[in-house]
């Protein structure tokens, strides 16, 4: 069993990078890949974990593309693997990334302040370990705080989300850009959490097919919210499209209650054999 999609306190997390091996060998993972936001920052902290916990860490990110060409105005979100250090043409566009974060940080801020709602943003800071790390998690836990919304889903349903009234829309790459950016770091793309983007059976079916012609290489078929059922059409979907059918919790530790590394919300099995075909299609 392995997890190939979690986030630590580099990003939007709870947890430090070194918790998420310890969590991913306490469920019997064999090997389990920290996916922050943007950010690579966490893997030394991580790998040095997994060293003691006898789990082998999967160096990536995840990274929000634009929608372009899709019926629907969600955002991509594409996994990366097998992308580390400090040099690469992924990793200078992940620089880019999280300057255009904090920007849309200081613009949410503006914004929650227009709609009677005010955040201290050294205090979100703070509570995000820094300025890297803060994400709308952190504004949707200060709006709970403030008795703006019941809960951290509460706060994104009502304010933060996609489309609500303190959405702050960032500048992002096309899902294409990112899975040539990975392939020139030695890395391979992946998309994330596909039902999220609202596509019908054959609208999916054939942007898979689009990703994979993109240079793509994983679909996550296997994730925590999804459907024994949604998980074998994803699956079909995956292999129709010439992609490795891949898997993971998307584990956010406090700021996703229920959610476990491995095991999702408890039924969640993703086989070993991802990331060994994962592997086969790097560049």
């Known amino acids: ?126 509570d995000a370990g ?23 889903n509460d706060a994104f349903e009502r304010w933060l989300g996609n489309g609500r009234p303190a959405y702050v829309p960032k500048g992002r790459l096309h899902p294409a850009d990112v899975a040539r950016l990975a392939r020139g770091s030695g890395g391979v793309a992946s998309l994330a959490h596909p039902l999220t983007l609202g596509l019908t059976g054959s609208e999916l079916e054939s942007f898979a097919v689009e990703l994979s012609d993109a240079g793509f290489g994983g679909f996550e078929a296997v994730y925590s919210q999804y459907s024994p059922e949604q998980r074998a059409d994803l699956e079909r979907i995956a292999r129709g499209a010439g992609l490795v059918p891949t898997g993971g919790s998307d584990y956010h530790g406090t700021f996703k209650p229920g959610l476990n590394v491995g095991s999702g919300n408890g039924d969640l099995d993703v086989p070993d054999r991802a990331l060994e075909e994962l592997a086969a299609r790097r560049a």
């Open 1 to 126: 069993m392995i997890d190939l999609h979690t986030h630590s306190t580099v990003s939007d997390g709870s947890d430090p990078p070194a918790r998420i091996p310890e969590l991913a060998a306490l469920a019997g993972c064999t090997a389990v890949a920290l996916t922050d936001h943007d950010n690579l920052g966490g893997l030394g902290e991580a790998r040095r974990s997994a060293e003691k916990a006898g789990v082998t860490l999967v160096p990536g990110c995840e990274v929000s593309c634009k929608p372009d060409g899709l019926a629907t105005g969600s955002s991509v979100h594409v996994l990366v693997y097998f992308v580390e250090g400090e040099e690469g043409p992924l990793q200078d566009e992940l620089r880019n990334l999280r300057s255009d974060r904090r920007t849309r940080n200081l613009a949410l801020v503006r914004r929650l302040d227009e709609l009677g709602m005010h955040v201290d943003y050294e205090a979100l800071v703070a």
């Open 130 to 152: 820094g300025e890297e790390g803060l994400g709308r998690p952190h504004f949707a836990r200060a709006l709970v705080a403030q008795g703006a919304a019941e809960s951290v």
